[in-house]
């Protein structure tokens, strides 16, 4: 019976319901494989608080297949699925610095590992994992708007592109993909041609060492936007030739904040 009331009360202060926080809600898109979603992110490792800073944060995500929040919005918290306590991703971090920095922001998760964009994501209208997303968003963006707020996406952050370095014929193709996808994101979902676009991919991957033109991708389509920035994992630590630690996470969590903040700066 302890146990039980126990597990009630965890369960009331992980899904409290919303709005948490006034009905100004600023929304953080955050997509891609393996590394966004924290497939090396024990999370008997998860990070640490300093004061309740998750307190100050909701999450929603979905890892199809894995784990979602079903449906629901969260705070956060690690994510169920691939370790016996869960994982983490590039959010903790990320989010937390936010906090820190007086923004209350809302998470939306959307991760798999060993996605392409050429088989897996695709394209707007194509049936994939992006058309997939772009559906489980609007219904995490209606649950905020029938709670009463006002929901303005802020940032897309994309950590993908290992898996389309499989092949040539891929590879060649990933900029043309990418910049089709980003640009229906700010303007069929985010409604904002200059919405904040942080890349990153795994520039030591083996995949990727072999098809080099993918990373060059991102960095072009990254200086050729303004608003747009790539960001590296080079240096980070890994658990194996593909995925980051659960400290090299934090630590590129903190990589993609710093970018995010010089773009809120003069995109948002």
């Not at 009463?148 to 040539?168: H, L, Y």
């Not at 089709?180 to 200059?194: G, M, T």
């Not at 389509?221 to 630690?245: N, Q, R, V, W």
Request: glycine letters at 10%.
């Amino acid at each position: 019976m302890h146990s039980a009331k126990h597990l009630l009360f965890v369960l009331a202060v992980l899904f409290l319901p919303l709005p948490l926080w006034a009905g100004e809600v600023e929304l953080f898109v955050l997509a891609g494989q393996s590394n966004m979603l924290g497939y090396g992110g024990n999370a008997i490792h998860y990070p640490r608080q300093h004061g309740e800073l998750d307190d100050k944060i909701a999450l929603y995500w979905v890892a199809p297949g894995i784990s979602s929040s079903n449906g629901r919005w969260a705070r956060m918290r690690a994510q169920g699925g691939i370790f016996p306590h869960g994982h983490f991703g590039i959010e903790v971090a990320f989010a937390r610095g936010l906090v820190e920095r007086g923004i209350h922001p809302y998470i939306f998760k959307f991760s798999l590992g060993s996605t392409s964009l050429a088989n897996n994501w695709k394209g707007p209208g194509e049936n994939g994992m992006y058309d997939q997303m772009v559906a489980e968003l609007h219904k995490a963006i209606a649950a905020l708007q029938s709670a009463g707020n006002r929901v303005t996406i802020k940032a897309f952050i994309w950590i993908q592109g290992e898996s389309d370095a499989e092949t040539k014929e891929m590879a060649d193709k990933y900029q043309l993909r990418l910049i089709k996808l980003i640009k229906d994101f700010r303007i069929s979902v985010a409604s904002n041609p200059k919405l904040p676009v942080v890349l990153g991919v795994d520039e030591q991957h083996p995949w990727v060492r072999n098809q080099p033109v993918v990373v060059e991708s991102q960095k072009r389509i990254a200086a050729a936007d303004g608003c747009e920035m790539f960001t590296s994992m080079i240096g980070l630590p890994k658990i194996d030739t593909s995925h980051l630690t659960p400290q090299g996470l934090q630590l590129h969590g903190k990589r993609i904040l710093e970018a995010y903040l010089d773009l809120r700066k003069k995109c948002n």
